[in-house]
C-alpha cells in the first residue's frame, strides 16, 4: 500500500528501476497469498503502477505475465477483480496511441482479456464492490485501444452485448410491476453498460461492420428508452466516465481508510 502511495514521487528514470525490481514480487503475491486483504491491495498497486509508470515504460518488460496475472485476477474475490479489471484498464488506456496500427502491443491479448472481462462483468458477485462496472469500463477502453487487428473481436463482441441487452429490457418489461426499487436500479445500471460497451463497438467498428445489427440495436435502444429508467442518462461513455472517476475516488477513500 506505502509503494502505490508513493509511486508519484519519484522521477521517470527512477520509477522505471522501482517497478521492475518490484514487479515479480508484487506478481507474486497477487497470485499466491491466501490473504485477500493483501492481494487486493496488490492489485491496487498493480493498477498504480500501470497509470503512473506508463509514461516512463516501466511496465513492458513484465507485460506479459503483468497480463496474464490480471486477467486470472478477474476471477479472484469481487474486491481484487475490481482492482485488477481498474489495471487493466489503465494499460489499455497507455496503448491508446496505437488503435490505428495495423498491429500493436495489445494485439496478443485482445482475445483473452475481452472474453475474461466479459466473464467477470456476468458474475454471479459482481454487483459486489463495484466489480461489473469496473469490468464494463475496462472492457470498453480495451475495445478503444485496440490495434486494427483487434477490431474482429470487437465485431464478434457486439452480437452477445445486443443479446444481453434485449434481455434486460425483455425481462423488466416483462415484471416490472412486481421488481423492488432495487432491481430495477440494477437492471437500469446493466442496461446503462450494455448501451455503453455498444457505442464504443459502434464508433470502433463504423457504419460498414455494424450495418447488419443496426435495426436490432435501434430496437433495444428504443426498448431502454421507453421503460424511462436511468439506464437513458447513463448510458454511454460519458456516463461510464464518470462512474470510472467515482470508482477511482472510492478506490483512493478506501485505501486511505486503510492505512487509518
Known amino acids: 500500500m506505502a509503494l502505490g502511495s508513493i509511486l508519484d514521487g519519484p522521477p521517470p528514470e527512477q520509477l522505471k528501476v522501482l517497478v521492475e525490481q518490484a514487479m515479480p514480487v508484487l506478481l507474486n503475491a497477487l497470485g499466491t497469498d491466501p490473504h485477500v486483504s493483501v492481494r487486493d491491495t496488490t492489485a491496487w498497486t498493480l493498477g498504480r503502477m500501470c497509470v503512473l509508470a506508463s509514461k516512463a515504460h516501466g511496465v513492458e518488460k513484465h507485460l506479459p505475465a503483468l497480463m496474464t496475472a490480471l486477467v486470472k485476477a478477474l476471477t479472484d474475490a469481487p474486491t481484487v477483480a475490481r482492482n485488477a479489471a481498474w489495471a487493466l484498464h489503465n494499460i489499455a488506456e497507455a496503448y491508446e496511441y496505437e488503435c490505428g496500427n495495423d498491429f500493436g502491443t495489445l494485439s496478443a491479448y485482445a482475445e483473452v482479456t475481452i472474453r475474461e472481462l466479459v466473464a467477470a462483468s456476468c458474475r454471479e458477485d459482481s454487483d459486489m464492490n463495484n466489480l461489473r462496472a469496473s469490468a464494463y469500463e475496462a472492457l470498453n477502453t480495451l475495445l478503444q485501444s485496440l490495434p486494427l487487428d483487434g477490431l474482429r473481436f470487437v465485431q464478434e463482441l457486439v452480437p452477445l452485448l445486443l ?95 486503510g492505512e487509518e
Open 163 to 257: 443479446e444481453r441487452l434485449e434481455q434486460s429490457v425483455g425481462q423488466v418489461s416483462a415484471s416490472r410491476a412486481t421488481m423492488s426499487e432495487e432491481e430495477k436500479n440494477d437492471a437500469a445500471e446493466l442496461q446503462g453498460l450494455l448501451c455503453g460497451s455498444l457505442q464504443t463497438c459502434t464508433q470502433r467498428l463504423q457504419r460498414e461492420r455494424i450495418a447488419a445489427l443496426a435495426d436490432r440495436m435501434m430496437q433495444a435502444y428504443l426498448g431502454v428508452m421507453s421503460l424511462g429508467t436511468r439506464a437513458v442518462a447513463s448510458g454511454g461513455v460519458n456516463g461510464n466516465e464518470e462512474q470510472r472517476q467515482q470508482q477511482e475516488a472510492q478506490q483512493e477513500r478506501e485505501k486511505q481508510g
